[in-house]
Nanobody
Framework: QVQPVESGGGLVQAGGSLRLSCVAS????????VGWFRQAPGKEREFLAA????????SYADSVKGRFTISRDNAKNTVYLQMDSLNSEDTAVYFC?????????????????WGQGTQVTVSS
């Protein structure tokens, strides 16, 4: 099985960009679908984006459509989340998750393996 590890979070001004990375450890990441979620203080963990094993199909939450882009480079065992036009509502802990399944990718219950999270803070 794989252990996802997130990186790339930090402080950014409103209107700026960040690229998060999710790297697999202990397995072949190309055999797993991957999703990104976030959790703000006092709120439930929220689905953001998902990508299939080949990268041929992607899915996005309405809140980030047109601003966030999920992609993968299986040769590097890495999945990315490019975040543009960030605003204060994007401040949260961001999590990467993976599954060998291909269904329920917009739900937390669709994933078996989770990273530790990386903090993203957007200042005005």
């Amino acid at each position: 099985q794989v252990q996802p590890v997130e990186s790339g979070g930090g402080l950014v001004q409103a209107g700026g960009s960040l690229r998060l990375s999710c790297v697999a450890s202990g397995g072949i990441f190309s055999t797993y679908a991957v999703g990104w979620f976030r959790q703000a203080p006092g709120k439930e963990r929220e689905f953001l984006a998902a990508i299939t094993t080949s990268g041929g199909i992607t899915s996005y939450a309405d809140s980030v459509k047109g601003r966030f882009t999920i992609s993968r480079d299986n040769a590097k065992n890495t999945v990315y989340l490019q975040m543009d036009s960030l605003n204060s509502e994007d401040t949260a802990v961001y999590f990467c998750a993976s599954t060998m399944g291909g269904y329920g990718l917009r739900s937390r219950n669709g994933y078996a393996y989770w990273g530790q999270g990386t903090q993203v803070t957007v200042s005005s």
